[in-house]
């Protein structure tokens, strides 16, 4: 079982940024070759994929809402993922969650896939 906590989350105004953070933790077990996205939710609307990144840090992918504003990287010693969130847009606000799934394979996107997930952590840009 692997356990994810988010934080990093807030209220900023248009143009700001935000670093997001997950901690993962497994009992006895290595988190290092799991891979990690982030998703974020709004009222209203479905879970979507924002950014992920492979066990290995040698891959990341981006959805093009975000591509060229937000970046995602890997402490794999401090079993952390960041999520630097620059050039913040009203419509970024929703909730961010972060995702892991065991896999040597390229980080997917697809939120389907992904085992475990952490509790959200609330982003509002303001206009």
């Known amino acids: 079982q692997v356990q994810l906590v988010e934080s990093g989350g807030g209220l900023v105004q248009a143009g700001d940024s935000l670093r997001l953070s997950c901690v993962a933790s497994?009992?006895?077990?290595?988190?290092?070759?799991?891979?990690v996205g982030w998703f974020r939710q709004a009222p209203g609307k479905e879970r979507e994929f924002v950014a992920a990144i492979r066990w290995d840090a040698d891959s990341t992918h981006y959805s093009d809402s975000v591509k060229g504003r937000f970046a995602i990287s890997r402490d794999v010693a401090k079993n952390t993922v960041n999520l630097q969130m620059n050039s913040l847009k009203p419509e970024d606000t929703a909730v961010y969650y972060c995702?892991?799934?065991?896999?040597?394979?390229?980080?997917?996107?697809?939120?389907?896939?992904?085992?475990?997930w952490g509790q959200g952590t609330q982003v509002t840009v303001s206009s």
């Open positions: 497994a009992s006895g077990r290595t988190v290092s070759n799991y891979a």
């Open positions: 995702a892991a799934v065991r896999t040597l394979l390229t980080a997917p996107v697809d939120a389907a896939e992904y085992d475990y």
